[in-house]
């Protein structure tokens, strides 16, 4: 709230501020009501990275570590998680996903692995949270994995790219 005078008198202006979907009324958490949403193909794409050292990427790309497949792995976990979102965040809806893809490159001027998850629903509400999910898992497992050859590991940058679909339209990141 800002006061400003206009001819001598106080002129109270309240800026309005958005309103968060998860929050009734009275700043009560709920869960979002969708039903008479319509039906609509929604797909999210997010990203991440796990930076680590060049002596740690190339023992991943190896494919010698004794945990195995590493990669792989992780890409089974991103699509797990996805599938699992609305179980770990309180007020995500269930939904059925139609497609998760993970992919896993390497990436040497970081150096370390780039991760991307895109995820398509058909459904009334969208799958931004089961994207960022996918990439979060996906880099902590691809951590988990390699561990051992380097506990400095990083992960960063976990964010959304695109969405299509739903009543707030389009967004693709500007990069």
């Known amino acids: 709230m800002a006061i400003f005078q206009c001819n001598g008198q106080p002129v109270i202006f309240q800026a ?15 869960m979002v009501d969708v039903a ?22 190339a023992a991943i790309q190896s494919g010698n570590l004794p945990k195995g497949d590493v990669l792989g792995t992780a890409r089974v976990a991103g699509i797990m998680a996805a599938k699992q979102t609305s179980n770990l965040i309180p007020l995500c809806h269930p ?13 040497n ?6 991760i991307e998850a895109m995820v398509k629903t058909l459904g009334q509400t969208g799958v931004e949270m089961e994207a960022l999910t996918a ?3 996906a880099a902590l497992t691809l951590y ?8 400095s590991m990083q992960i960063e940058d976990i964010r959304l790219l695109s969405k299509t679909g739903g009543k707030s339209g389009d967004y693709t990141r500007e990069l």
């Open 16 to 30: 309005r501020q958005p309103s968060l979907s998860h929050l009734d009324g009275g700043g009560a958490a709920h």
């Open 36 to 57: 008479d949403k319509p039906i609509t193909q929604r797909v999210a794409v997010a990203e991440g990275y796990l930076r680590m050292t060049r002596e740690t990427m």
């Open 95 to 107: 939904l059925p996903l139609k497609k998760v893809q993970i992919d896993i490159a390497a990436d």
């Open 109 to 114: 001027r970081r150096p370390g692995y780039r």
């Open 135 to 137: 990439v979060s898992i």
């Open 144 to 151: 988990d994995m390699a561990k051992a050859l380097q506990k």
